[in-house]
T-cell receptor, first 115, second 116 residues
């Protein structure tokens, strides 16, 4: 079975400050990890992924994420937050042992960036 | 390249009716997945189709079904609608290519289904 936890329903940060959105996962095999962002009345937009290789993954819009196997975490980070980053963020995992593209999503974290 | 398109964008149905939602993947993508998004349950996987075959199925009742056509377009059907089926239904497409799979899925804008 595969599962994802996003422990924070909401993260508040001031514009210009660094931000972190937390994600932990559980899989039987190797994890394939993803971050998506959702703006109001829109679908999900892909930000970045970890499949294998470097633990620090860089993605769109200045976001990056760090894969930590021992802590089974994949936290999303950005050095300097923008007001326009305010949105709903989802972490997702796919177990390498599962064929196909079935993703399991976390419950989402609402990011609020204040001017 | 055009993104994933879903039609219709909004739909209002009455309990007991059935509904069909359509999804056109990104050109060249052969995998189409469907997800249901609700405030209470979050994002849940419904099913995935690849080359017209259902490859995975989530934990949903048999009222939820889908299919994929030879051009990779997909439809999902919900029969005997219940109030709890009100949700945003998201379609995602992905390109799989042998030993060099591209794992990210690209999502459409969704179909907002309201059951009254």
């Amino acid at each position: 079975a595969q599962s994802v936890a996003q422990p924070e329903d909401q993260v508040n940060v001031a514009e210009g400050n660094p931000l972190t959105v937390k994600c932990t996962y559980s899989v039987s095999g190797n994890p394939y990890l993803f971050w998506y962002v959702q703006y109001p009345n829109r679908g999900l937009q892909f930000l970045l992924k970890y499949i294998t290789g470097d633990n620090l993954v860089k993605g769109s819009y200045g976001f990056e994420a760090e894969f930590n196997k021992s802590q089974t975490s994949f936290h999303l980070k950005k050095p300097s937050a923008l007001v326009s980053d305010s949105a709903l963020y989802f972490c997702a995992v796919r177990d390498s042992r599962n064929a196909g593209n079935m993703l399991t999503f976390g419950g989402g974290t609402r990011l609020m960036v204040k001017p | 390249k055009a993104g994933v398109t879903q039609t219709p964008r909004y739909l209002i149905k009455t309990r007991g009716q059935q509904v069909t939602l359509s999804c056109s993947p990104i050109s060249g993508h052969r995998s189409v997945s469907w997800y249901q998004q609700t405030p209470g349950q979050g994002l849940q996987f419904l099913f995935e189709y690849f080359s017209e075959t259902q490859r995975n199925k989530g934990n949903f009742p048999g009222r939820f079904s889908g299919r994929q056509f030879s051009n990779s377009r997909s439809e999902m059907n919900v029969s005997t609608l219940e109030l709890g089926d009100s949700a945003l239904y998201l379609c995602a497409s992905s390109f799989l290519a042998g030993d060099f799979p591209n794992y990210e899925q690209y999502f459409g804008p969704g179909t907002r289904l309201t059951v009254t």
